[in-house]
């Protein structure tokens, strides 16, 4: 995996990561002021600082295991089963179909 690749699977998986830490531990408000701008269904104390620092941890972990199963080898697109091998190359599909 090059540099490019390696940002862009990082960024993937943090917003991911993102979207799944930041309901973790809200509550709404309890009384919102509609007039003022309240909404019943805002977290009181959002804690987006800490949100952000344990999404940055977890998403480095999940990006070192995908950074290891690829280096390993174990998912190949460029050989194996996954390869493509061109529109000129027919073999049979799985159950005996053709393409």
């Known amino acids: 995996m090059d540099w490019f690749t390696g940002v862009v699977v990082y960024l993937l998986i943090w917003w991911t990561a993102l979207f799944a830490v930041l309901p973790i531990g809200t509550k ?3 009384d919102p002021d509609p007039e003022a701008g309240g909404w019943r269904g805002a977290p009181a104390r959002p804690l987006l600082g800490r949100k952000v620092i344990g999404t940055t ?3 480095g972990v999940l990006w070192l295991g995908v950074y290891a199963v690829i280096e390993s080898g174990l998912v190949s697109f460029r050989e194996g089963f ?7 190359v027919s073999r049979p599909w799985p159950g005996g179909a053709q393409n």
């Open 82 to 88: 996954f390869a493509y091998e061109g529109a000129a």
């Open 57 to 59: 941890v977890l998403a």
């Open 28 to 30: 709404p408000v309890e």
